[in-house]
């Protein structure tokens, strides 16, 4: 697997999952304060609804686990690829680096 092939169609994915992931969290944590803050509400649709709700959020907890941990997977495949291509290539490598680095440099230096 090269780097390019590998780089291409994960960069922005990995970040909006990072970023899903991290608002999903929020939205966790703030449906489980309106669980708790509901807990003393009586009547059999309060109660059921919040048993649903538990549920739901049970599941939404598993599923951003296992997106958390396929995010970090991805990420180590990534690094490790990207070791793997600057041990190959050396040169090409420190060639980028420097071009990267004008770049930056030009920019910066605009202002």
Do not use: C
């Not at 994915?13 to 489980?32: C, G, P, R």
């Amino acid at each position: 697997m090269s780097l390019k092939n590998l780089h291409a169609g994960t960069e922005f994915s990995d970040v909006t999952k990072e970023q899903l992931i991290a608002d999903f969290k929020v939205v966790v944590a703030d449906a489980e304060a309106l669980i708790r803050a509901t807990a003393n509400q009586g009547g059999e649709a309060f109660a059921t609804l919040r048993t649903r709700a538990e549920e739901s959020l049970a599941v939404a907890k598993e599923k951003m686990a296992e997106a958390q941990d396929a995010l970090i997977e991805k990420s180590k495949v990534a690094a490790k690829a990207t070791d793997e291509y600057v041990h190959e290539n050396p040169w090409t490598s420190v060639g980028v680096a420097a071009g990267v680095g004008l770049v930056i440099g030009l920019l910066i230096g605009r202002r």
